[in-house]
């Protein structure tokens, strides 16, 4: 049985990290495209004077961020 070397050790590590990796990412844009599309709705149900609260709970949104999208200066997406 053979040893690996620390690079080859170093390289099965990062070889692990691509599948999941690639995974977190698609997941990421996903969840970007999402909030684009939330982002307009939070700020009208705001401005319905929805409580954040009941936001959060609806979206999983956090408090600060339902703030920040609320805010009539943010932007509409990106």
């Known amino acids: 049985m053979t040893q690996k ?7 099965d590590a990062a070889e692990a990290l691509r599948e999941p990796g690639r995974r977190r990412i ?3 844009a996903a969840l ?10 939070v700020r009208e149900a705001r401005r319905m004077e929805v409580p954040i609260r009941r936001i959060t ?5 956090a408090p600060n961020t339902v703030r ?5 200066d943010a932007p509409e997406a990106g």
Do not use: C, M, N, S
Not at 5 to 11: E, F, I, S, V, Y
Not at 57 to 61: S, Y
């Open 68 to 72: 920040a999208w609320a805010k009539p």
């Open 32 to 41: 970007e495209a999402v909030d684009v599309e939330l982002r307009p709705l």
């Open 57 to 61: 709970e609806l979206t999983a949104v």
């Open 5 to 11: 070397t620390p690079g080859q050790l170093r390289d």
């Open 26 to 28: 698609e997941l990421l």
